[in-house]
């Protein structure tokens, strides 16, 4: 098969609508991580992003490129991985690497329904299914989690009694309060012993270019929760006409009582329901607050595809026990919260050192709501 190496900014115009169509061709609800402007984007703030096509533009395969190791375009913060291409097509393993100059492409969010054959573990991603629309899921949450659902109503009734009245803000341009909210979710990772990822230029600066989308199949979302003039929570994802990432939720915390990230996540899926979302990914990872707003689950992979090399079987000697005991402590609920009370221990430490103040919410990479 012909295969082709290019970076994300040279494909044409005529590549970027045979690639949307390919993605579409798959699912009615096609998902932003998966679409040319998130790889664009991703391509115009690291030099390692590429993307291969196959055919005659049969296939889209987006990938980062570390030596000869390859990993998904945005690694790290992807909640869906893979590629885009026509039904039926046989993508050959061993041909795709050897084009893209890789031996081992390693994945964790993969779409499930690709390269099956590859495949270590399936783990669960949640989501919020809204085809009926927001009521109908509200009814739901309500008879599911009426305790959630009725406290966090109240609480929003208060917050508006006690700080002003609620306003929410689906889309907002506003770049000062994306910036204000990625300050507060730097203090949260470094709060909670996690990795800073917006102490990464590159990461910030892909998050301002995916805001600055606004097209009619791809939008860098910021939805802004305010009780009177402040700013009380707020989420920036990217979505498509169908489906929304929940990717950076955080509030600040002098506004905790009120449970702002649950009143956020409960507008946010009303105004996102109101503009034709009918699903909401919240991401893998096992979090309480998740488990008590799903209503659903999808499957993503992950594996790693390679072409026999001594650099690939040296790749499998790290990588596999890497992978092992990460599952491990992740699957197991007491060394879960073992190894999430010493990051939180080892944070608040770091953070009192460096005499941090900065508000920041609870919780992991992805945010405890």
């Keep these: 098969m012909k295969i082709r ?8 115009e005529s590549e970027l609508t045979r690639w949307r169509a ?15 402007e998130y790889a664009r984007a991703v391509g ?7 993307v291969a096509v196959l055919g005659e533009s049969e296939a889209f395969f987006p990938f980062q490129r570390s030596g000869r190791i390859g990993t998904p375009i945005g690694t790290g913060l992807s909640d869906l991985q893979g590629m885009a291409y026509a039904p039926g097509l046989e ?3 061993r041909e795709l690497l ?6 081992v492409w390693e994945f964790d969010h993969l779409d499930p329904a690709q390269f099956p054959g590859w495949h270590k573990a399936l783990h669960p991603s949640p989501v919020i299914d809204m085809s009926d629309g927001y009521e109908a899921y509200a009814k739901d949450l309500a008879e599911r989690s009426n305790k959630i659902y009725k406290s966090t109503l109240k609480k929003e009734r208060r917050l ?3 700080v002003g009245e609620i306003r929410f803000e689906f889309d907002a341009a506003d770049g000062d309060a994306l910036h204000t909210l990625l300050a507060w979710k730097s203090a949260q990772y470094r709060r909670t012993g996690r990795t800073d990822r917006f102490a990464e230029p590159w990461i910030v600066s892909l998050v301002e270019r995916l805001h600055a989308v606004k097209t009619d199949l791809f939008v860098g ?13 707020g989420n920036f994802g990217v979505r498509t006409e169908s489906t929304l990432i929940g990717w950076f939720p955080v509030y600040d915390v002098t506004y905790a009582r009120y449970s702002p990230g649950l009143i956020h996540r409960l507008r946010l899926c009303q105004a996102a329901a109101a503009a034709g979302v009918t699903l909401m990914d919240l991401g893998r990872g096992e979090k309480g607050y998740k488990d008590s707003l799903k209503n659903g689950e999808l499957m993503v992979a992950e594996g790693r595809l390679s072409r026999p090399s001594a650099r690939a079987a040296a790749h499998w000697l790290a990588y596999e026990p890497r992978r092992r005991l990460t599952n491990l402590v992740l699957g197991t609920p007491a060394l879960y919260k073992a190894a999430d009370t010493v990051a939180k221990r080892l944070g608040r430490r770091r953070a009192g050192d460096a005499g941090d103040e900065i508000n920041m919410a609870p919780g992991s990479a992805r945010s405890d709501l």
Aim: hydrophobic share 45%; glycine share 10%.
């Design 98 to 103: 050897a084009a893209c100059g890789l031996a």
């Design 91 to 93: 993508v050959p393993v």
């Design 160 to 162: 508006a009694r006690e």
């Design 5 to 12: 190496v290019v970076r994300p900014g040279e494909l044409g």
């Design 44 to 50: 115009e703030v690291r030099d390692d992003a590429f």
């Design 221 to 233: 979302s910021l939805g802004l929760l305010y009780a009177g003039d402040h700013l009380i929570a």
């Design 22 to 36: 390919l993605q579409r061709a798959h699912s009615a609800r096609p998902n932003p991580f998966l679409s040319p």
